[in-house]
């Protein structure tokens, strides 16, 4: 049923559009595939009129028009709930910042604490026969921002899917101006090749899953190699709720082993917040009943994760330290990704009835030629901690995997280094002596 409302969205063009931001204004773009291009280059054309611009985005999958106009960054300031590989070139550049947050809290801080959005403009779906713009596989917390804008702006392009969804689209009587987009295809986020350390890793958590589990998969090669190796072992009755909906994922979908008929909340449904991997992902969800995209607030709350009986939840990290704090956003003062919702699954798999969490990563990594270890003594200094000891559950490198609930210090120390690379186990467990993590004759 089509809603009635006073107000009627009024078509105009992007210069336009673009003419509404005044100096000093916030504007909020809409969020992964909901960022708008048409609006952006139009508003770039401004810079040298304005000043003290401020944008919110999140995960920029393209260059965005206002920042490469602005290299000095004088005109506009880009703030970003989660980076990108681009997000990260900026903030390396000066002129992307990040905002600390759990994923699934940003509608609530929109609705509690935000309250400077003077625009909002997001890329749609072209309007369905109830007058609902569609949000495509981005729900995240569009909703929210639509709530606190003073000016709402739609960019309509024929280019995105049309998903299904709980709160996933805005009516035309919600909306003050729409303007044409450039029906541009979805950006598709590329899948890297699998190692063979990723599939070493897949197939050790994939071991750990039990029929009838009900998944959350990160970003990644590791995560991707979870649904590899789980498609290999046929396992089945699989469910899905997850903040990211990725290829590996709808690669289990297609292969018949999700069909959500032991979740408790949305039986049946592949659930999750957006979606970003390639065009078969794209074309798969689609105008499919099957997938429901909802805003992240409906994904994300470790209260919401835990009434599906064995959730698991599959994330990475960069660094570990012996204790087990997993720094898996930043590189000491450098800032990479982002929290995420890593800490919110941890929390809802860990409350779930025989959840499980499992945080992977390489043993090593090798930069300028030179090869370190990912299992530390000590964080890298000015590393963020995204996982705390405390919440840590299962943790796998390509060479095993431990579990370091109720865990002493002393016996966390020890379990990581077996699975450290063998290169460094000895110095790590001389250096967890020395520092008391493994008392004398321990």
Known sequence: MALTGQKKAEHISAAAAAGLVRSGDWVDYGITLGQPDVFDTALAARKSELRDVKFRSC???????????DPEGEHFFWFSWHFSGYDRKKHDAGISHYIPVNLGEIPDYYRRFIDRVAVAVIKVCPPDEDGFYN????????RAVI???????????KGLPYCYGENNGVHRSEVDFVIDGDDAPAAELPNLPLTDVDRAVGQLIAAEIEDGSCLQVGIGGMPNAVCAALIESGIGNLGIHSEM?????????????????????????VVYSFALGSRALYETIERNPDFLCCQVDQTNPPEIIMQNRHAVAINNT??????GQAASESDGHRHISGTGGQLQFVRGAYASPGGKSFICLASTYERAGIRKSRVVLDLTLGNVVTTPRSDMMYVVTEYGIVNLKGKSVADRAKALISIAHPDYREGLEREARDNRLIPKGY
Do not use: N
């Open 245 to 269: 909906l990725t290829d590996g994922m709808v690669d289990l979908y297609r292969s018949g082993q999700v069909t959500g008929s032991a979740k408790t909340t949305h039986k049946g449904k």
């Open 59 to 69: 995960i920029t999958m393209k260059p965005r028009a206002v920042l490469e106009a």
């Open 318 to 323: 960069t660094q570990i330290d012996l204790q």
């Open 147 to 157: 709530e606190r804008a003073r000016i709402v702006i739609v960019e309509v392009t």
């Open 135 to 142: 949000f495509s596989g981005a729900g995240l917390w569009h």
